[in-house]
């Protein structure tokens, strides 16, 4: 069975096959990223003469650099707030048997199922009454709010499958529940940790429609907002909306390629549940 | 926990003095007050006042506005394109969910052999989930335009090339074609993880014991598979009906009103018509659909997976 046969070999062709597929629409990406505007030759065929000027225009011309950092901003604090929060809660509510912390788990739950659009919009008058409209912190309370229901579940059903033995231990050894919680229960949440942390940080910095909320008719914006901004801006002239696609995958990929191993089994690992 | 053997020992004699059982004392209920803050801030509160808002004709700014009773959800049941987009929502949500779970399965499947690019493919087929949803639409509204690559490459093929999202028959179908395309390796993900919790011996003595391998695959693989499909089901369908980024930048609703969702109708009544109460009265709707839907998907997974254990 761990052979490697003809049907081994067939399976492995087909496979490549499927990944060229898959990959087909990366290769245009880059292909045309790279043209000039004047060179009209199908989007198909290989381009003959690579600039990398569409870079720099785009660069320059979509306030690319500023979304960058405001994105990045935004989802560190957001994704922070969201680890400490809800790691902070998960512990009594699976530790506690009580009525309260059922009752708390299920509402929180709920979560999960309400679609954001029935809080986005009410929402949007009380951030407009703070005049927070247009500030990124808006968008910061906004997900560190919305991710609680989702890190509370990753968190509370990892604690659940863990062995109370240790923080037992530290609590007759007479440690307030704070420091059971800081020194004990904190490090053996690491692996669901480092789930949360890639799972939130994938949807936060990839949310759209709120920042479009939010955001739309500032200077302020994040990078999916300043792309779609850069798409309208540049209608046509789709070689330089492409590199400005590539600009905005980069960051992304980067991180991805360096930590896909932790990020694949993180998936499905926190997942499983 | 830098308390010395000293320190611990006293503590202990004095802990152990009455005899509690402070080893049964849980956490406190305020470690819960943080969270449940920012929730009930973000969440829980503005849902509730969207429901009130659904009932009345507030447009948004203005701080006077009256309570209409039923008055936007009638008015939903006689406006085509309300209407137009529930179907398109539902529709999206379920084929996204078939079909993306489908390719997902078939992936996993695949890099679950002895395949030597199987670590390759898992990286690359991954690779597009990670990507900013509304990044990878606008990249595909170019390739599926009139001089886009793909008629480019049915050209190759001798194929005639079409408009794609021009076409109100086909532009729904372009938008699943999209989301399959980005999140397929997120379900072989899933299901590679299923999969590999499957120990090896129970599929070679089946093996052994002459059953081929659909009767395995029937048999052994889908009854343990049953949580791996329970999430992604549940992903899935929760993910398509409130399908909103790809739908804005591939199509914005259109060509008219043939792809627009729940979601981008919400958008457009909200802010470009300034009808926020209807507008929420259409969250509502998406709200009782998703409750619906993940009930009963709820309740007929769970008895699968009691089935399968």
């Keep these: 069975m761990t052979r490697y046969t003809t049907k081994t070999f067939a399976l492995e062709m087909l496979m490549i096959a499927v990944a060229i597929v898959f990959a087909f629409p990366v290769y245009v990406l880059v292909n045309l990223a790279i043209r000039s505007p004047s060179d009209t030759s199908s989007p198909i065929a290989l381009t003959q003469s690579p600039t990398l000027a569409n870079f720099s225009q785009a660069w320059q011309e979509g306030g690319l650099g500023g979304a960058l950092i405001n994105s990045v901003i935004v989802t560190a604090v957001s994704v922070l707030i969201v680890l400490v929060v809800s790691s902070l809660a998960a512990y009594p509510l699976a530790r506690s048997t009580a009525h309260w912390s059922r009752g708390t788990f299920l509402v929180i739950m709920l979560g999960l199922i309400l679609p954001f659009q029935l809080a986005a919009l009410p929402l949007y008058q009380t951030i407009r009454d703070l005049g927070l409209l247009g500030s990124v912190w808006s968008l910061v309370l906004f997900y560190a709010g919305l991710q609680v229901p989702f890190t509370t579940f990753l968190y509370v059903g990892f604690l659940r499958a863990l062995p109370r033995d240790f923080e037992e231990a530290a609590t007759i050894d007479g440690c307030g529940p704070l420091t059971a919680f800081r020194y004990v229960v904190l490090p053996m949440l690491k692996p669901i940790t480092v789930t949360a942390l890639v799972l939130n940080t994938v949807s936060v910095w990839n949310d759209f429609f709120t920042p479009l909320l939010y955001l739309s008719g500032s200077d302020q914006q994040t990078m999916p907002v300043a792309v779609a901004g850069f798409v309208g801006q540049f209608v046509s002239d789709w070689n330089l909306i492409f590199a400005a696609l590539l600009i905005s995958i980069v960051p992304v990929l980067a991180v991805y390629l360096s930590l896909q191993r932790s990020i694949i089994n993180g998936f499905a690992g926190g997942l499983k549940g | ?309």
């Design chain 2, 1 to 309: 926990m830098t308390l010395d053997l000293q320190q611990r020992r006293s503590r202990r004699v004095v802990a152990a003095a009455p005899p509690r059982r402070r080893a049964h004392a849980a956490p406190p209920w305020w470690f819960t007050v943080p969270a449940l803050l920012l929730f009930a801030f973000v969440v829980l509160v503005p849902s509730a006042r969207g429901v009130y808002y659904a009932f009345t004709d507030w447009d948004g700014l203005d701080p006077q506005f009256a309570f209409i009773g039923l008055d936007n959800f009638t008015a939903m049941a006689d406006d085509p394109d309300a209407l137009g987009a529930i179907w398109h929502t539902l529709l999206i949500a379920v084929a996204i969910t078939v079909i993306q779970n489908g390719i997902g399965l078939l992936l996993a499947l695949g890099v679950n052999t002895t395949i030597k690019s199987r670590n390759f493919l898992r990286v690359l087929l991954f690779a597009p989930a990670v990507v900013t949803p509304i990044v990878t639409a606008y990249l595909w509204r170019n390739l599926l335009g009139p001089d886009g690559a793909v008629n480019s490459l049915l050209g190759v093929f001798g194929v005639e090339g079409k408009n794609w999202l021009g076409d109100p028959g086909l532009a729904l179908w372009m938008i699943v074609l999209v989301v399959v395309w980005q999140f397929a390796g997120y379900s072989m993900v899933i299901f590679l993880a299923g999969l590999q919790s499957i120990p090896r011996e129970i599929y070679e003595a089946a093996a052994i014991d002459g059953s081929g391998p659909v009767r395995r695959f029937w048999s052994i693989v889908r009854p343990l598979l049953a949580p791996a499909i329970t999430i992604n089901l549940m992903l899935s369908i929760i993910g398509g009906i409130k399908l909103f980024d790809q739908v804005y930048a591939l199509t914005g609703g259109g060509p008219g009103h043939a792809t627009d969702t729940i979601s981008t109708l919400i958008y457009k009544d909200a802010f470009t018509l300034g009808e926020f109460g209807y507008s929420i009265a259409l969250a509502v709707v998406l709200t009782a659909i998703v409750a619906v839907i993940s009930a009963g998907q709820y309740t007929v997974l769970s008895r699968n997976e009691k089935a399968a254990s």
